[in-house]
């Protein structure tokens, strides 16, 4: 029995966090494999030893053997292979912040399979980004997208509508209702987004609407320069962060214009502002915190330094936050650290290593979905439990990390 006990402390089954999952089949055959062929040695030292003693022994370790291959192949293979088959979706809420080189676009799947897009990357790219939306359908095991939501009409966020109509059924858009920014390039993108949503259902949205998805409570907290005052269910407190924060300037930009969203499933809390910008984001949160703390936090406008004050992203206290960067797009040095040394903060994930930015305002490479250059295109993918448990897994190198519940 020394001998098994050894083998066991030797081989180690791969754990969740460090392995993929084809290292941990891997690994799984490996023990097998281990365990028959010390069976077969075992077998012929029964019939070849002499003294019937010492042939009881090695029988009892070779049954013994054959119990430790067994149990590599039924309990580290098989839940492997039950895992691939079972559906994944089954009370989990799935969010893919999609990489879309510095844009954004992020998927959240219900329970139910209901869906909601809030936005769609760029435009052109030979239709990249819609592509890699259907990649997160398709990994999402769904065929249509319920919700588009449109935060606003920069061409990082609304550009990507066309190719995505025209590969991906969509049940309603969502948006903030006119372009308030004077300046050519936005005045096209609206007037693009417009027609390429014709024939399609649209809603405008203002604070206080809620986007009506089967198992989440999904609410508007701003739209279009304005913002909500308290949100049902949650008692607006005092924001001690306040009384440091510096002033901002106007945003006469679509950024603060941006359509902001808290998506609560059971005690998991996920906030996206879109690219709300600082006067606006301290508006929402002072003197009152009206979206109290969160569990998943997208790091507003990809992590540029004219958003993530320190009065929002202190007093919403993520445990966890994902920064949707390009290479060379935002991840600026200051906001990363705002959103670093935020209070409680366990990891900050990002889309891509910021280059233009330095290693002490990077994470370490494992919590990064695209470490060098653009068009690889790998997403965050969580997946959220209504106890307010959570994981997420970097699909490049498939590492899940898991958040206990609170
Ligand atoms: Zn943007």
Redesign the pocket.
């Known amino acids: 029995m020394r001998r098994i006990a050894r083998l066991l402390l030797f081989y180690q089954p791969g754990t969740a966090v460090g392995f993929t999952r084809q290292q941990q089949i891997h690994s799984s055959f490996t023990a097998a494999a281990r365990g028959i062929t010390l069976l077969e040695h075992m077998k012929t030292a029964v019939y070849d030893h002499p003294k019937s003693s010492s042939r009881r022994r090695l029988a009892r370790q070779a049954c013994a053997f054959t119990a430790f291959a067994a149990f590599a192949v039924c309990f580290l293979l098989a839940p492997q292979w039950i895992r691939a088959q079972a559906p994944p979706s089954a009370g989990q809420l799935r969010i893919y912040s999609i990489d879309v080189e ?3 676009s992020t998927l959240l799947v219900a329970p139910s399979g209901e869906s909601l897009l809030v936005d769609t990357g760029w435009p052109g790219n030979n239709g990249r980004d819609a592509e890699r939306v259907l990649a997160a359908m398709h990994d999402a095991g769904i065929k249509r997208i319920d919700h588009v939501l449109i935060t606003h009409y ?1 061409d ?2 609304v550009g990507g509508v066309p190719e995505l109509v025209a590969h991906v059924e969509v049940g309603e858009f969502l948006d903030h209702g006119e372009n308030r920014e004077d300046a050519a390039d936005t005045r096209n993108n609206y007037a693009t987004y417009l027609s390429a949503i014709a024939g399609h259902q649209r809603r405008i949205v203002h604070p206080g609407d809620t986007i009506p998805i089967d198992g989440l409570s999904v609410v508007v907290l701003t739209a279009d320069g304005e913002h909500i005052g308290a949100v049902p269910g949650i008692k607006p407190t005092p924001n001690s962060y306040c009384a440091s924060e510096h002033a901002w300037p106007d945003d006469p930009t679509e ?1 603060s214009r941006s359509v902001g969203i808290l998506v609560t499933f059971g005690k998991f809390k996920f906030l996206d502002l ?2 709300l910008t600082g006067k606006k984001e301290v508006a929402l949160v002072c003197p009152n915190n009206p979206i109290g703390t969160i569990d998943l936090y997208l790091v507003t ?2 992590g540029m330094d004219w958003s993530n004050s320190r009065a929002i992203v202190d007093a919403v206290h993520p445990r966890v936050a994902i920064m949707n960067n390009g290479a060379h797009k ?1 991840g600026k040095p200051a906001a990363w650290q705002i959103v670093h040394d935020s209070p409680g903060l366990i990891d900050l994930w990002q889309l891509h290593t910021a280059e233009d930015s330095d290693a002490a305002h990077n994470s370490p490479e494992w919590l990064i979905a695209n470490p060098k250059g653009d068009g690889d295109g790998h997403a965050l993918k969580v997946v959220a439990l209504p106890d307010g448990s959570f994981s997420v897994t970097n699909t490049r190198t498939e590492v899940t990390k898991q958040y206990s519940r609170k």
Do not use: T
Request: hydrophobic share 10%; no cysteine.
């Open positions: 510095g844009g954004q920069h990082d966020h950024n879109g690219d406008h990809h935002a």
